[in-house]
Structure formats: structure tokens, C-alpha cells
């Protein structure tokens, strides 16, 4: 964080100081939650949880190195004492963001959020330094936690928003006003909690209605929820997609040999060749949503597809993609899975699998209230039209469900099952995987289906160990 005071910090937050012998004493590391990620000039941040009081680790934290403790009751060690700490570090975060003046982009959609943060965040760094949300701390505690992150030097300040109802997005351009903001999509992701897409598009509509009429709004012209978002905006507006009219587009999209996408990227001041390290050609709109970004903080075509072109994964458990010794290549793209990313993702997996055996391993999606049957039968029917060898549907009723889809679009018998849990998903994987098969792990994160994927790699190492030492 930038340095300021803990009398500042108290005055900005509305808050009485205990305990500390000199207000003049200035936090000059990160602001934090957890007490293991403490450094020697941190504020740490007391949250009371269901199961944890963060008060309960205040004299620890000091002792390990913070400055002070934000509380909301006196904690016997320096501390900043609020009625509502939450508020606090909102309150916090704006301050930090105005005074930085570091440029503000947001984004939000149903999918695809994190991977395209990710990739913008490696692109913009190219140009200036640049922070940004780290996995998807994209909530109302995340949020303000990412910004006050950003120090003197930070010149871009990319936000990942999330919403799980009407207001959320508002709330959280309350605390971090942007001056770009994206929205990707609009699909189903949470629709049992929205009640349905046009309230999903309400809610994500919001940040392009907290835009000054000097910022920009990049939407998504291949998404016609997201394209009227026009009209509810004064920023100027830029489009990307594969539509023919989109500011910043693709042509001649493409899947290299290993399921890489390829394209060309037109932007209104050029074009230039792209082939991404990412897996699946829903990876395309991701780059697109980037690029559009980057575009309008002024760089140029080429330097935008180069940074596209090297760009990685940054975030856990999507669509990481590892090979074993023994040709088995994993695909764990377990962190969360709704309809549209489940469909992405087995698409993805056949294109990367071209020649060799397929396996899905597909649990539950949550928060799809009454769509939920239909949601996962439509995904246990897109198994066995795209061909995929074997669905292995993981869990309760919703698996259920998946498998239920699959057998009955196609009458796979063997080819689609049903297991409890995700140990008895390893034990027939470990039982039936041939070298050069392509497993991919997908649900969504309450399931803990990364627990397999970890499984079948730490097989291949074990294994591994035991050739080298035989």
C-alpha cells in the first residue's frame, strides 16, 4: 500500500486509535486478512468469521511485524477501532485509489473472468506497472484488499468483479470508480440466484453504468445482452468479438494441432498474427477482451499480440494443462464450472485429444435453481455428440443427471458412469487409463474434483521416482 499514517488511516476510515504510542508511525507494507501473510509494516485487517475471530491473532500479528491491528474493538496492541470493517477498508481503498490515480479497469461476466484478467494483466505489464486480482478475489472483502495493494508505481489497476445479485456490482464501483470497464458475457452462471439472464445482464450492467463519460466501456459485440449494455452507458464504447463490426476482432480463428487457438487480431490501427499458449477456443474472446483494453491505453497492434501470444496461466485449476511421463495428459480445470465453461471445456477437450482416447470427469454445477436438470443433461448430451471417449459424472443427483444425459443421447452403455465421490473417480481412472489418454477434471469448486487430478500426477511421479531408482 502507499504509505500513510495510522492517524490518516483513521481519519479516512472514521475510526478511534488505541494503544498506539505514535500516530505518526506509517503502514508501509501489504494490508491483510490472514495472520500467516503478515510482513514488518502491514495493517492487519480483523475479521470475525463463522469459525475464526481474526481480534484473537492481534497481539501475534504486531508482534510478527504489523503496525497496527483494524479492529472493531480494542485488542490490547496498536490498533485502528471501527463500528464495520468491511466499510472500513472500502472506505480505505477509494482513498488509496484517488490519490494513486493510477488508471482503474474492471471487468466482470458470467465466464471467463479470471482467465481474461489474467491475460490483460500480462499484457498491460509490458507497458507500466500494473496490479491486479489475484485468483478471484472479486468480492466485496477482495475487491478493496486487491487495491490497496497498489503502491506508488502502480499505473494500471485491473479489478475483477463478481456479483451474486442485483446492487453488488454498484456497490463494489463504489469503493474503486472505474475508468474502463469491460463486461464479457452474460450467461447462466448463478442464474438460480438471479432468476434469470436478463437480471443477470441488470447486474452486470452496473459497471458500465458507473463509467465517466471520459472512460470507455469494451463490450462484448457477440453477446447481445452485453452489446445493448450501449445504451446504458456515457463512456465511449468499443466493441470486440468475432462480429464484423467489432472495434478489435478475430479472422481466421483456428486450433493448432494441440488445441492452442490461433487468429488473426484486427484492431482499428492494425493487424497481427496471434497463437496463444492457452488451451480451447474460448480463449479467444478472453484475448479479444485484452486486447480491446490494452488498445485503448494506446499499444500498438503488434505489441498487444506478442504480449497475447507469450501470455501464460496465472490462476490454479484452469484448464492447466500437464503431461505425464507415460503420455496421460491431465487437464484440471476443476476451480469452478457453470453450462457455458463446461461446454467450452469439452470442446477444448476434443480438440486437444484428436487421435487419442477422451475422458470427462464432470461433477455437479451449483446455483442453476430450476435450470439445474436441464443444465446438466444438455452437458451429458454435448459429451457424446462431440465424441468424447468416456464421461465419468462425479457426486449426487446432478451427476446423475450429467450421465442420465449422455445415455440417453446416445446409448452409451459403458461409455458414460456414475460414481460417488471423487476417490472412487481416481480408483477408475488408476484401473482403466492407457498411455496417451486426455483426462479433463471440471466442476464446480464445492465438489473438490482438483482432488483427482492431483491424484493421477502424483501417480506419475511415484512411478516416475521408482523408474529413476530401479
Not at 143 to 170: C, K, N, Q, Y
Not at 261 to 282: K, N
Request: aromatic content about 4%; some cysteine.
Amino acid at each position: 500500500m502507499i504509505a500513510l499514517s495510522l492517524a490518516e488511516i483513521a481519519d479516512v476510515v472514521g475510526g478511534q486509535t488505541y494503544d498506539i504510542p505514535d500516530p505518526a508511525v506509517q503502514v508501509t507494507g501489504p494490508v491483510v486478512r490472514d495472520s500467516r501473510e503478515v510482513e514488518p509494516g502491514s495493517l492487519f485487517v480483523a475479521f470475525v468469521g463463522e469459525r475464526v475471530d481474526g481480534h484473537d491473532y492481534a497481539a501475534d500479528v504486531v508482534a510478527a511485524g504489523a503496525v497496527a491491528v483494524l479492529a472493531s474493538r480494542p485488542v490490547g496492541v496498536p490498533a485502528v477501532v471501527v463500528d464495520d470493517v468491511q466499510a472500513a477498508i472500502g472506505a480505505l481503498a477509494r482513498h488509496v485509489v484517488e490519490r494513486l490515480g493510477a488508471v482503474t479497469v474492471a471487468l466482470t461476466g458470467s465466464v471467463g473472468k479470471t482467465s481474461s484478467k489474467d491475460l490483460l494483466a500480462q499484457v498491460l505489464q509490458r507497458k507500466a506497472p500494473t496490479v491486479y486480482t489475484p485468483g478471484s478475489f472479486n468480492n466485496e472483502i477482495g475487491l478493496p484488499l486487491t487495491a490497496l495493494s497498489a503502491t506508488d508505481e502502480t499505473r494500471f489497476l485491473i479489478l475483477e468483479m463478481g456479483a451474486r445479485g442485483i446492487g453488488h456490482i454498484r456497490y463494489l464501483t463504489g469503493l474503486t470508480p472505474p475508468k474502463i470497464g469491460l463486461v464479457l458475457n452474460v450467461g447462466t452462471a448463478h442464474i438460480g440466484e438471479f432468476g434469470g439472464r436478463e437480471q443477470i445482464a441488470v447486474a452486470k450492467g452496473e459497471l458500465v453504468e458507473s463509467l465517466p463519460a471520459d472512460g470507455a466501456a469494451i463490450l462484448n459485440a457477440d453477446d447481445p445482452l452485453v452489446r445493448a449494455m450501449a445504451s446504458r452507458t456515457k463512456a465511449r464504447v468499443l466493441l470486440f468479438g468475432e462480429s464484423d463490426d467489432a472495434d478489435v476482432r478475430a479472422e481466421n480463428v483456428r486450433l493448432t494441432e494441440n488445441g492452442q487457438p490461433a487468429f488473426t487480431l484486427h484492431t482499428p490501427s492494425g493487424c497481427s498474427d496471434v497463437t496463444l499458449r492457452l488451451y480451447g477456443e474460448h480463449h479467444v474472446s478472453n484475448a479479444l477482451a485484452a486486447a480491446a483494453v490494452a488498445h485503448e491505453l494506446g499499444m500498438s497492434v503488434d505489441e498487444i499480440a506478442l504480449a497475447l501470444s507469450e501470455a501464460g496461466t496465472l490462476s490454479r485449476w484452469r484448464m492447466e494443462v500437464t503431461e505425464r511421463p507415460d503420455g496421460v495428459t491431465v487437464v484440471n480445470d476443476a476451480y469452478n464450472a457453470n453450462p457455458e465453461s463446461m461446454r467450452a471445456a469439452l470442446r477444448a477437450l476434443v480438440a486437444m485429444g484428436k487421435g487419442r482416447r477422451t475422458w470427462a470427469v464432470l461433477g455437479h454445477m451449483a446455483e442453476l435453481g430450476d435450470e439445474g436438470l436441464a443444465e446438466h443433461d444438455a452437458v451429458g448430451r454435448l459429451a457424446v455428440r462431440l465424441n468424447v471417449s468416456k464421461l465419468v459424472a462425479v457426486g449426487g443427483r446432478e451427476a446423475s443427471w450429467l450421465q442420465l444425459g449422455a445415455y440417453n443421447e446416445g446409448s452409451w452403455g459403458e461409455e458414460s458412469v456414475h460414481v460417488s465421490d471423487a476417490q472412487a473417480a481416481i480408483d477408475l481412472l488408476r484401473s482403466e487409463l492407457r498411455a496417451g489418454d486426455v483426462v479433463l477434471v471440471k466442476a464446480s469448486r464445492s465438489v473438490g474434483l482438483e482432488k483427482v487430478a492431483t491424484a493421477l500426477l502424483d501417480d506419475a511421479a511415484v512411478s516416475s521416482e521408482g523408474q529413476v531408482s530401479g
